[in-house]
């Protein structure tokens, strides 16, 4: 059998491992599955999954297992009873965790003789399965370009380093950003919406915007790497007077201020720091040294 058509396990059958199992199959891997709850299987097995009775029986099942369980203590319990069957097979973990739960993961596969890589999926469940959404992996570049065919049956497989703990210390990241972005916006939503602007009309402005912010972030990353922070577009200063505009527009229309006023701050303290005639780019100062004791 090819390695596009590589025979795989999925552990764990929550919405998300239920719909990794789905996209393997919809592309032709034979799959087997298990679950604590074998109901959840049910619906795979009608599409073509092979149900195993056991974890050890899973895992014997395909030369690749996918993980995709509630944390890290739930994996352990599950693959423990397994383990002596891990040897020469690869493990690719798709638990959502911490970089340090990553580092153990990998030091207790390679002690079974398996092949580890951690992953971190960004999408949802419906997700999965569309070319253009981002699954993340770091570990072995070479375990990773074994099974890149089958991965890319997810989504776009993407290798960030060897470090097995980046794939999750990027997830922390850009669900930070996330977050972020997606607070912003419902505040800027909010205080459109005081003068009736429905949410629908704001947003293709909005999402507009964040094409520009997007260039914003790409000049400002060489200016992160250099730690020199040329305030040639808009300074600290200047970023500080403007967030002072809404700050001054969302009080008046009773829209909550405590993102507006956490941003300021940092602002401030990046001022306050000498930052003041630097571009926005200089808050990394403050974010990585929040103490302000050396650099």
């Not at 032709?28 to 974890?55: C, F, I, Q």
């Not at 960004?122 to 999965?128: E, Q």
Request: charged share 15%.
């Amino acid at each position: 059998m090819n390695a596009e058509h590589q025979a795989v396990t999925v552990l764990g059958l929550g919405s998300m491992g239920s719909a990794l199992a789905a996209a393997l199959l919809d592309r032709g891997h034979p799959t087997t599955v298990w679950n604590r709850s074998k109901d959840k299987a049910l619906p795979l097995v009608e599409r073509g999954a092979r149900l195993a009775a056991t974890p050890r029986e899973a895992v014997a099942a395909a030369p690749l297992t996918i993980a995709c369980v509630l944390d890290y203590e739930a994996l352990y319990t599950v693959l423990d009873p397994a383990a002596g069957d891990l040897a020469g097979r690869t493990l690719v973990n798709l638990t959502s965790g911490s970089p340090e739960q990553a580092q153990e993961a990998v030091k207790w596969a390679h002690s079974h003789g398996a092949d580890y890589l951690d992953g971190a999926i960004m999408t949802t469940p419906p997700g999965v399965g569309d070319p253009a959404m981002m699954f993340l992996y770091s570990g072995s570049q070479e375990v990773f370009d074994t099974h890149r065919p089958t991965l890319a049956t997810l989504g776009d497989p993407l290798h960030l380093g060897t470090d097995p703990g980046l794939a999750s210390l990027y997830d922390a990241a850009l669900l930070g950003l996330m977050w972020s972005t997606m607070t912003g916006w419902l505040h800027g939503t909010a205080l459109v919406a005081a003068e009736r602007t429905p949410a629908t009309d704001f947003t293709p402005v909005a999402t507009r915007w964040l094409d520009t912010v997007a260039r914003f972030l790409t000049t400002y990353a060489p200016q992160v790497d250099a730690g020199r922070y040329p305030g040639d577009d808009a300074t600290v200063d200047v970023q500080i007077a403007a967030i002072d505009h809404l700050i001054h527009a969302a009080a008046a229309r009773g829209v909550d201020n405590a993102l507006p006023e956490l941003l300021k701050a940092a602002m401030e303290k990046a001022s306050a720091a000498g930052h003041g005639q630097d571009s926005y780019a200089s808050l990394i100062e403050v974010l990585r040294n929040p103490a302000g004791t050396g650099s």
